[in-house]
T-cell receptor
Framework: NAGVTQTPKFRILKIGQSMTLQCTQD?????MYWYRQDPGMGLKLIYY???????DKGEVPNGYNVSRSTTEDFPLRLELAAPSQTSVYFC???????????FGDGTRLSIL | GQSLEQPSEVTAVEGAIVQMNCTYQ??????LSWYQQHDGGAPTFLSY????GLEETGRFSSFLSRSDSYGYLLLQELQMKDSASYFC?????????FGTGTRLQVFP
């Protein structure tokens, strides 16, 4: 049982480049989330989805986009990478909003 | 707006008991969760309180007072492996908003 899988695990980008962080889950969860975590800080919600075709902004959505075409996949897109987006990105899923979040192992992203 | 406050760091010795507090302000409240995160790892779920009172799971207990907008996580019989960051998080409609975390260091 894989749970939540994120790829890549590490990435270095140049300023202005774009990339997509992949997230897939095999638990048939409707709810999926993207968080970022800066060093020594808590997790900030970027975007979330309550089901296929439905997404909404979290606390820090600027500079990011998401899509949810299937229940399993919830990719996060960075269009014009900026140094302020250097962070660890976690994808998570849950059965319902009041249930535990299952987190992926994270993507460590550096923008230079 | 929403905010959660946690002490930044707590230290304790093996075998001791430690309490980590969390106070919150939020519009709309479903429950309070606790997550553990080891350095370099992903957060893992520990407990969830929707109603006032104490929930116990092995060495871990979590308490919630909705009227005081306050909760705490209690760890008993501390072990070295409990050294980690502990985050409280508030469920607010579809969102889960995290505090900044308490770093627990356990010494021999």
């Amino acid at each position: 049982n894989a749970g939540v899988t994120q790829t890549p695990k590490f990435r270095i980008l140049k300023i202005g480049q774009s990339m997509t962080l992949q997230c897939t889950q095999d638990m048939n969860h409707n709810y999926m989330y993207w968080y970022r975590q800066d060093p020594g800080m808590g997790l900030k919600l970027i975007y979330y989805s309550v089901g296929a075709g439905i997404t909404d902004k979290g606390e820090v959505p600027n500079g990011y986009n998401v899509s949810r075409s299937t229940t399993e996949d919830f990719p996060l897109r960075l269009e014009l990478a900026a140094p302020s987006q250097t962070s660890v990105y976690f994808c998570a899923s849950s059965y319902s909003p009041d249930r535990e979040r299952h987190f992926g192992d994270g993507t460590r992203l550096s923008i230079l | 707006g929403q905010s959660l406050e946690q002490p930044s760091e707590v230290t304790a010795v093996e075998g001791a008991i430690v309490q980590m507090n969390c106070t919150y302000q939020t519009s709309g409240f479903y429950g309070l969760s606790w997550y553990q995160q080891h350095d370099g790892g992903a957060p893992t779920f520990l407990s969830y309180n929707a109603l006032d009172g104490l929930e116990e799971t092995g060495r871990f207990s979590s308490f919630l007072s909705r009227s005081d907008s306050y909760g705490y996580l209690l760890l008993q019989e501390l072990q070295m492996k409990d050294s980690a960051s502990y985050f409280c998080a508030v469920s607010n409609t579809d969102k889960l908003i995290f505090g900044t975390g308490t770093r627990l260091q356990v010494f021999p």
